[in-house]
């Protein structure tokens, strides 16, 4: 799948699973990039290239490290799920990561930190 059919497919998944916390979603195909803004100020980038690299950010807070970020954009990770990695909020360090670039799968497990 191309990397704009990614985006408009997690388009579509994120209205359709965050519609009650929802508060804007900004479809940006020129930067390759959703932003999503929630209620509660919490901030999600997704972006996919076609290289089958992909980022999925929270970024929750202002504070360093209040975020997670879920990629596969380096290879740098000792993890079993190389190169997919996951980024713990308010830690540095990449982990084992359940995200695979692909929006049917990733966006229904909603980001969770």
Request: glycine content about 6%; some cysteine; proline content about 5%.
């Amino acid at each position: 799948m191309k990397s704009l059919e990614k985006l408009g497919k997690s388009k579509f998944l994120n209205e359709k699973e965050l519609s009650i916390t929802l508060q804007t979603l900004n479809f940006e195909p020129k930067l390759a990039r959703i932003r999503v803004s929630l209620r509660n100020g919490t901030q999600i980038y997704i972006r996919y290239n076609d290289y089958g690299e992909y980022s999925y950010s929270i970024i929750i807070s202002k504070m360093r490290l209040d975020r997670c970020r879920f990629d596969n954009y380096d290879d740098n990770w000792n993890v079993p799920t190389r190169p997919n990695h996951f980024h713990p909020r308010f830690v540095g360090e990449g982990f084992k990561s359940p995200m695979i670039g692909n929006p049917d799968k990733d966006i229904q497990q909603n980001f969770h930190c």
